[in-house]
């Protein structure tokens, strides 16, 4: 094997990057559902030819994709397999969560890419579709029992046979959507996306060659490997816990134990989730694949330099049981991995905050609120408005928590509301931080935000899928928890809240009336009562905290000129440290 130069080998990892992130700006500048366009909640990379493995992944993509799509590679390798093998053109499509993780709503395509008459590597996109059938529109059914009432599952099957187009294939898709159309411009986006990537690829190989290309991959995963168990190495030797709760899983009202035991062995890490709920009759579930990418992006933010490709998880050992509520098979309901996953973030970041606070933060809001409203127009035309929603990020080493960020699984970005008004019969008579929803801290938790949607229409439906209505984001090192999310909606007996707290089916709304989300924030980092007093002083002239929660949360009193009143501050913060 050659030995590539480092020159060669930071070019190679540039163009490669390059290209995947080419696929992704061109699907979300063609496709047609403002999840994909707006949002961005796609995902583009390239694939390893033997495994699936992850070897490049797009900058603008989801990252929780990056660890899912592995799975959902290798599921296609293996149905090609046993059909004789993949051919040149041909591209597989599926949304079977239990091969490829995540929920039905995100379809894949997944083509492999010929050099000297061999498959050199696979080209799959993602992308989260706007409705694919089930018994909700927009498809986050919170009380789905099982995967037939969350939308069509279809499972690895060829879109195109070398490179011939199976028109019988989208007739099906389409047929099961409630908004073909939006179904049909997204699925050629992502055609397009792949097309564009074998072209670029070709035109790499023809430049630098197979075998530079293929060593320049391979290098880049060995030294992604080697930073991760150099950063392991550092952690302290031992095991630590953490462990949080979901809400309840829509059918049951009972919380759900999402626990993480992790093992610090030299140059290894264990994350040992065994302790964790078994699996559940709402969905809430996820797929072992899904638990193993989400734990992929909680290690992604603790160890930001590390590079996005599967040699990061190589020194990392996974003890999952069978039939818990993280990882369970069809036909369990999945619909809601979102939420779970967050979950499995935070207990990460509370488990590191215990051996190298340095490296941690203040769990972020932890739920995106899929809130659907769906209806039909004066002229009979069905809309269907699917979107989710933003919340406060932790406090963290180095300063105060992002205000109104999305969740720490993406990179993806909150939908404008001038797009969702100007596509949906909606205002929004609310788009604003909340006030003291952010964890207090010597470094504070980001705000959360309201946001009140006004139906315009004569009448619609809403769903809503969220969570941390009963057990708020924590904070770390001292830093105390944020505020709980909260829905309310408008009825012809005045304001009423799901009887679930944070999940409903089946509102009914009539024109002028209103729903109204209330985020969280994010958890603080570090004791509240060390703040710097002008740093609190300065939050409540900006409106993000109260003087009533200046004083009990942070010991701060502020005058009628809002200025810190160091006399009684101080006697303030004594009292306390004495209580």
Known sequence: MMAIDPITLAILKGRLEQIADEMDATLFRSAFNPIIAEAHDASHGIYDAANGDTLVQGKSGLPIFVGVMAFAVKAVIEKAAAQGGPRDGDVWIFNDPYAGGTHLSD?????????????????????????VGGNVPGNYNPVATECFQEGMLIPPVKLFDQGALRQDVIDILSANSRLPTSLYGD???????LDLGVRRMQELLGEYGAETVAEALGELKVRAARLMRAQIRDLPDGTVSAEDFLDNDGIVDEPLKIALDLTIEGERMRMDFSRSAVACSGPLNISRATTVAACYVALKHVFGDVPANAGVLEPVDFDIPEGSILAVDAPKPVGGYTETILRLIDVVFQAVATIAPERSNGCAYGTINALSLAGHRGDGRRWVMFSFFGGGHGGHPKGDGLNHGNAPISTATIPPLEILEAAYPVRFTQWALRPDSGGPGNHRGGLGAVYEIELIEESADAFLFGERGRFAPPGVV???PAALNRFVYDTNEGEKSPAMTSKMVGVKLARGQHV???????????????????AVARDVGLGFVSREAAEADYGVVIDGDGKVDEAATRALRQASAAA
């Open 478 to 480: 001292g830093g105390k």
């Open 187 to 193: 699925l050629n986006g992502q055609i397009n996306a």
């Open 516 to 534: 109204r989300l209330e985020t969280p924030g994010g958890g603080g980092y570090g004791d509240p009562m060390t703040r710097q007093p002008d």
């Open 107 to 131: 379809f894949r395509l997944v083509r492999p890419l010929f050099a000297n008459g061999e498959v050199f590597c696979y080209l799959a996109s993602v992308g989260h579709w706007h409705d």
